[in-house]
DNA sequence: GCAAAAGTGTTGTCCTTACACCCATGC
DNA sequence: GCATGGGTGTAAGGACAACACTTTTGC
């Protein structure tokens, strides 16, 4: 559409005072910070570095960086995670907001946590500064900033998540054992689950593909492998209702 | 502990690396946004102003604010509340953040989501500038920035919530009844609930306290009213582990 | 007495849980 | 042949869904 020149003044104009609006307010450095789980020797790990910050003395701390001008916050998640470990097509989940003033001894920052889960075979840290490391979730201590704080919050979004859709299978391979599965659910969430019941249940949901191959190379009886049916969970999305607490 | 002149030294120097850093950062306005719900007429409401910008030509828009240097997000959202509706002792909780480069005509702002819910008749609205009033969240049509995607987000939020969390008790008032309870149920789920079997769920929780009082000025027999038991309920918080998707 | 909503039980189905034995493989 | 984990079925109990009639009150 063509605009004659009224209009188009009095739309500038208001332009104008938008942006003036938006140039008044106070501003602070808004970063993202990256909680990346992955699950290796039936343990839940998670990617960290240690910190550049020397006041920190080394401590570890997460991936993360400040979002840039005109980035997405999204894309800021996906940048550092393709920074790191080289993929781009990786499952990712903004959680929480973290901006408490005290939270970086340089200043006030905000900063928004994702959390993203990969398969650690098939991603290899292609950057080892800073000591990129796997460390099991469980054991971690004292933390640089607040991200122990951040890490146990997208730990729990992650519980509650994995009970409820199959992010699961984003931890493990594309082919996996029955075993290798409930391994994995018995690590995250803490518990012990009877086999047969575990299997039932995976058997009845009929969202796994049996691709009729074995194990290989273990050093009993080995498993059935199978794929997760990622179509068919997504046209059958239950919508599910009910009172629960 | 008194330090001698060596280590503050020498964490005065890290600080200003630290402080240096941050300084170094791109800053960006972060604001907070509350969706306020409330439940009146059987329809669950929304709390709106028309928006300030001309630009937006009066479109509605959600109730926030700048987060101030040294505020913690929480206490910038909570601040939003108490000048809207004058209550502090209201239920809040962070949604989600909001971060696209172009939500916001005037340049970039960064917005925190948070969703409040309140009883609308124990809240006077003190201030009505901006013709603030509660909104049918059904019959929301566009609205300022991405407030619509916004409402839309802790909507969504909301449904989900309130099936595993006893959210809804905040926004009928202290003593409701049972009827009251599942109007705002099927209102907010969209769904309508076997009268029977939603009292039979109620009562085998057994965290409603039976006041002994009825209603009043109801053109048909009165119902029981009922407060909720939220010591009770805190106590006895279920730890749930399935696998249901 | 009529309109309008309150209150109340039973049954079948399904899901969950608890539980024990034989089987295939590597060593 | 033994150690290791793979693979399987059943029975009981609990939760959920479907369903209809009587009661109380205001008018």
């Excluded at 959680?95 to 928004?112: D, E, L």
């Excluded at 409930?182 to 086999?195: F, K, P, T, W």
Aim: charged share 30%.
């Amino acid at each position: 559409m063509k605009k004659n020149a009224v209009p188009a003044t009095h739309e500038q104009q208001q332009m104008r005072e938008a942006t003036a609006l938006v140039q008044s307010y106070p501003k602070v450095p808004v970063t993202v910070d990256c909680v990346i789980f992955g699950f290796e020797e039936n343990k839940l790990k998670v990617l960290l570095i240690k910190s550049d910050l020397e006041l920190f003395n080394g401590r570890l701390s997460l991936l993360g960086d400040i979002v840039q001008s005109n980035e997405e916050l999204d894309n800021a998640a996906y940048r550092v995670l393709k920074e790191r470990t080289g993929m781009n097509d990786v499952f990712l989940e903004q959680v929480r907001t973290f901006g408490s003033p005290k939270r970086h001894p340089g200043g006030r920052v905000i900063t928004v946590a994702y959390c993203s889960l990969l398969n650690i075979n098939h991603h290899e840290l292609k950057i080892l500064d800073n000591e990129l490391h796997w460390h099991p979730v469980a054991s971690l201590k004292e933390m640089a900033f607040d991200h122990k704080e951040i890490v146990d919050a997208c730990y729990a979004w992650l519980q509650k998540r994995i009970q409820e859709h199959p992010l699961g299978f984003n931890l493990l391979p594309d082919k996996f054992s029955l075993r290798e599965l409930q391994n994995l659910y018995e690590a995250i969430l803490g518990v012990s689950l009877d086999r047969r019941n575990f299997r039932k249940k995976f058997a009845s949901m009929d969202l796994l593909i049996d691709i009729d191959e074995m194990e290989q190379d273990v050093p009993h009886r080995p498993g059935k492998l199978y794929k997760f049916n990622f179509e068919k969970y997504e046209k059958n999305k239950r919508k599910w209702v009910g009172i629960d607490f």
